[in-house]
């Protein structure tokens, strides 16, 4: 597989861009996901000009408005020129599976950013980056996390999930769909799914059981929408052990009772969080594989992402 495009704040790779000069280099992605991903870097502050060293900027609510202006100098007013920023970036960066922020940044942040009041009182943190938050709108079936979050051991592993299946429907399916082969992708996805999201996995199965007239485009992008969706709920110890409890059933004939208790238990003990997945997951698929069906071999719940990333070596919340 291609090394896949993703789009990543540029002090997140070590670079000294920040207001002070430093950077907020991310050993994860640095050191781990970049063997398997090829970083897009931006960093919409130095794009608009403001230099490095560069005086803090903020948010502050003005008029019942967000808008980013500089914490001393608050004639200073980067709103628009960080949002014209992400408006070129969402479309220099069509191809991208998936998108890094820092964390905390007037720019960048997604998640809880502080926000001030004209006289310099915070009020809530409920903010978003004014560069980030326009990116988003205008590229919502991006996968997006903070740098920060990514310590999370479900979120990092959600996040990743999401952007290789977003690689995959590029790679294979983006260009060129018909409605078999939309079938056909969707099947690999079946299990995966079931272990995210038990309601999407049937909505997903009744939308792909009607396909109407509509333009094959337009359901390639639906359905892109609703697998997307359906990824972005956590993968929970609950979801995980639903999934192989159901690919267990395939081998009601073809192991012995002894077979049958080991990989129950197995399975069992993953779900009340004593080992991580990859425990019972070897053993299931050690059976199955013996099978020889190819509906079952090709399914992405195996392994969503290189085994190397290390993401299912860890006991998820419940
Ligand atoms: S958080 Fe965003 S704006 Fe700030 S230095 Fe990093 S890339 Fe630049």
């Known amino acids: 597989m291609s090394k896949i495009p993703i789009g990543v704040s540029q002090c997140l790779l070590g670079e000294p861009v920040r207001y002070d000069g430093g950077h ?7 050191d781990v996901l970049s063997s398997h991903v090829e970083f897009r870097s931006f960093c919409p502050e130095l794009a608009i000009g ?9 948010l502050i609510v003005t008029d019942g408005q967000d808008r980013i202006r500089g914490v001393e100098n608050s004639d200073l007013d980067v709103t628009d020129a960080l949002t014209k920023e992400a ?11 998936g998108y890094v922020f820092m964390q905390n940044s007037p720019s960048c942040a997604v998640f809880g950013l502080k926000r001030y009041g004209s006289n310099g009182q915070s009020i809530d943190s409920r903010g978003q980056g004014a560069y980030a938050k326009k990116f988003m709108e205008l590229m919502p079936l991006i996968p997006v996390e903070e740098a920060g979050r990514l310590t999370d051991a479900g979120l990092r592993e959600n996040f ?3 952007i290789f299946a977003l690689h995959d429907w590029r790679q294979n399916l983006q260009n060129d769909p018909t409605a078999k082969k939309i079938i056909e992708f969707y099947s690999r996805y079946k299990y995966q799914v079931m272990a995210h999201h038990v309601p999407s996995y049937f909505a997903i199965g009744k939308f ?4 109407s007239d509509r333009p094959i485009e337009q359901i390639n992008n639906e359905f892109i929408q609703l697998l997307m969706t359906a990824l972005g709920h956590k993968a929970t110890r609950k979801g995980n052990t639903n999934a192989m ?3 267990r059933g395939y081998l009601k004939l073809h ?8 990989l129950s238990n197995s399975i069992e003990t993953y779900g009340k969080g004593l080992v991580p997945i990859v425990v019972p ?6 059976y199955l594989m013996t099978l020889d069906n190819p509906y079952l071999k090709n399914q992405t719940f195996w392994a969503p992402y290189p085994d190397e990333l290390g993401l299912r070596n860890f006991v998820l919340e419940e």
């Open 24 to 30: 907020k280099r991310n050993r994860y992605l640095t």
């Open 87 to 97: 408006e070129d970036a969402a479309s220099n960066m069509q191809d991208i599976c």
């Open 208 to 211: 792909l059981a009607n396909l």
């Open 245 to 247: 409890m159901h690919l």
């Open 50 to 58: 403001l230099g490095v060293p560069r005086k803090p900027i903020r």
């Open 281 to 286: 997951l070897t053993l299931l698929k050690h």
């Open 255 to 262: 192991i012995n009772k002894l077979e049958k208790a080991e």
């Open 160 to 162: 990743i999930a999401r």
